[in-house]
């Protein structure tokens, strides 16, 4: 079932979604950017479908830019959004007004542009909506941020460290745990052992004691 991301989804917007299912196969040698994007494209990946609609963007001339996610139950993503670099539009921070600086070229635009693919139970990735029209004209200006079209995603980098962190965490729990039994059974043998050395020596104590008796 899908469902809305955020502020991503508004139906009454004039967006042209194509939520109609698309039996179209396509071969995966195919999905070279050289396509047209289509509702039912398939992908063997989410990286899959990422790379093909990256192409698709230089080819065209934008960049792409990862948006939200929706997860399972088991916290693996089921559905993806991949928008234009220019979706949706800057947020002033009314707190920084005062601070004299350079002013930042605007970047966002409100454009609509966008895949929306999910997995389906078969395990692959299938083209569920999209967006091809664009609000700007398009065309790749010559800057770094170009040389690398598509932005990180800072959420599954931190869900991503979070995991690993978590594992690290669990591991050093376990060691500690085997060193704590550990340590408890060397108590136990000194105890024990301290025990017997008592008995000896009480022993020992009672038998001099005997022997002087007897003198």
Known sequence: MESSVGREVCASEGREMIDLADERQLNVNELDGNMEPYVGMEFESEDAAMAY?????????????????????????INRRFLCNKEGFRVN???????????????REGCKAMIMVKKEKSGKWVIAKLET????????????DCRRSIQARPQDEKDKKIKEL????NRANQQLAKCRE???M?????????????????NVVE??????AKK
């Open 182 to 184: 550990q340590l408890e």
């Open 166 to 169: 978590t594992a690290e965490l």
């Open 186 to 202: 060397v108590l136990k043998d000194i105890e024990r052992h301290t025990n017997d050395l008592t008995k000896s020596v009480q």
């Open 207 to 212: 038998k001099v004691k005997d022997v002087e």
């Open 53 to 77: 609609y990256d192409a698709y963007a230089k080819r065209v001339g934008f960049i792409i830019r990862v948006g939200n996610c929706h997860r399972g139950q088991d916290g693996s993503v």
């Open 93 to 107: 921070n009314k707190t920084k007004m005062l601070e004299v600086r350079k002013p930042r070229k605007i970047t």
């Open 133 to 144: 029209k664009h609000s700007h004209p398009l065309g790749l200006p010559a800057s770094k």
